[in-house]
């Protein structure tokens, strides 16, 4: 049984709109959530990450929000740009040194 | 430069042979693991280990193996008994040193089945 789940497998926005990726999870144990992007035939690279103490982190255009009552954060990318587009896993650990993914979202950014 | 680095890039297995992925980091990580990922799926552990001479089975084990007889080092055996080894494999490694894990990921390397 998934326990990351993405929705909306594919997003497709304008360059210099925001784009919007979603993610759920079910296991409540889980206290470290983190965001990868992953261009073809290459390895992931980390993005992003937030504890479970905290709702909002932010890093330049990156900015992940936790909403921890409803297992569901957000990861937002303001402004997009055109290298933007890419594979977006979520992924969530429950401090046993493991990470659960979920299957992905594609973002194409429009120029 | 510190990073993770896999080889080869691209790798061809024939029917019933075995094949092995290599995966080093020289990171000082305490911890390793082998993703394999499926077109339009996420990604999924094969193994993990996180200290040397010790290794743990993830979700989808069977018909690979591991060994980590130095800490920089976790090769990933896959054998003939995998019948559908062709995908994307993923190393990762991790500081157990930090409050929060966060891992780091190699190129990868693609098997493809002649």
């Known amino acids: 049984d998934q326990q990351v789940k993405q929705n909306s497998p594919s997003l497709s926005v304008q360059e210099g709109r925001i784009s919007i990726l979603n993610c759920d999870y079910t296991?409540?144990?889980?206290?470290?959530f983190l965001w990868y992007k992953k261009y073809p035939a290459e390895g992931p690279t980390f993005l992003i990450s937030?504890?479970?103490?905290?709702d909002k982190n932010e890093d330049g255009r990156f900015t992940v929000f936790l909403n921890k009552s409803a297992k569901h954060l957000s990861l937002h990318i303001v402004p997009s740009q055109p290298g933007d587009s890419a594979v977006y896993f979520c992924a969530a650990s429950g401090g046993n040194n493991r990470l659960a993914f979920g299957k992905g979202n594609q973002v194409v950014v429009i120029p | 430069d510190g990073g993770i680095t896999q080889s080869p890039k691209y790798l061809f297995r024939k029917e019933g042979q075995n094949v092995t992925l290599s995966c080093e980091q020289n990171?000082?990580?305490?911890?390793m693991y082998w993703y394999r990922q499926d077109p339009g799926q996420g990604l999924r552990l094969i193994y993990y280990s996180q200290i040397v001479n010790d290794f743990q089975k993830g979700d989808i084990a069977e018909g690979y193996s591991v060994s980590r007889e130095k800490k920089e080092s976790f090769p990933l055996t896959v054998t003939s008994a995998q019948k559908n080894p062709t995908a994307f494999y993923l190393c990762a490694s991790a500081s157990l040193t930090e409050i929060q894990e966060t891992q780091y990921f190699g190129p990868g390397t693609r098997l493809l089945v002649l």
């Open positions: 296991n409540s144990m889980f206290d470290y």
């Open positions: 990171l000082n990580h305490d911890a």
């Open positions: 937030i504890s479970s103490i905290k």
